[in-house]
T-cell receptor, first 113, second 113 residues
């Protein structure tokens, strides 16, 4: 079945550590996105990529980094520079340049301990 | 700048009663509109989308939405809700020129017995 897989579902991190969240899709989508979700704040865009080896900052990119070395993969690294990383992270993908909807993974809940 | 406003953060409604979740958007360019549903600790699932054509859009689970260009609104409605509709609902607007999808802050639907 085609879809988007995020792993792990739950992640615990000690303060000061970097951590990488995985996002893989087999939908052959060009565009991929990372959103952060906090209660009452909706989804806020962290980074997005429209093509391999290229990505753009979203609204809250500080403290995060991404790479897009393969079309199907768009990992997100939460660095120690992110002051409040505890949140639910959602990865999405969609066909580029069309009026199609985004497809979402099941999310990763990151908790800093 | 483009934005999406969901006018109610929470909406309580009795089971089998009708419900309307409100969404207004602002944009100076052509847009396409979505409603997504999120069940606890899961990703987002598309309910319906408006691209062009008929202003009344039907989606899954008995939901429908009406696009009103003059009022820049895209309200979601269901004539009779069920306990299984308990979830958070997100309105979103997309645009072609940069592949971004902008989300509202969400409306939590509480179904009362």
């Amino acid at each position: 079945d085609g879809g988007i897989t995020q792993s792990p579902k739950y992640l615990f991190r000690k303060e000061g550590q970097n951590v990488t969240l995985s996002c893989e899709q087999n939908l052959n989508h060009d565009a991929m996105y990372w959103y952060r979700q906090d209660p009452g704040q909706g989804l806020r865009l962290i980074y997005y990529s429209q093509i391999v080896n290229d990505f753009q900052k979203g609204d809250i990119a500080e403290g995060y980094s991404v790479s897009r070395e393969k079309k199907e993969s768009f990992p997100l690294t939460v660095t120690s520079a992110q002051k409040n990383p505890t949140a639910f992270y959602l990865c999405a993908s969609r066909m580029q340049g069309t009026t199609t909807e985004a497809f979402f993974g099941q999310g990763t809940r990151l908790t800093v301990v | 700048a483009q934005s999406v406003t969901q006018l109610d953060s929470q909406v309580p409604v009795f089971e089998e009663a009708p419900v309307e979740l409100r969404c207004n958007y602002s944009s100076s360019v052509s847009v396409y509109l979505f409603w997504y549903v999120q069940y606890p600790n899961q990703g987002l699932q598309l309910l319906l989308k408006y691209l062009s054509g008929s202003t009344l859009v039907k989606g899954i689970n008995g939901f429908e939405a009406e696009f009103n260009k003059s009022q820049t609104s895209f309200h979601l409605r269901k004539p009779s809700v069920h306990i299984s509709d308990t979830a958070e609902y997100f309105c979103a607007v997309g645009r072609n020129r940069d592949d971004k999808i902008i989300f509202g802050k969400g409306t939590r639907l509480h179904i009362l017995p």
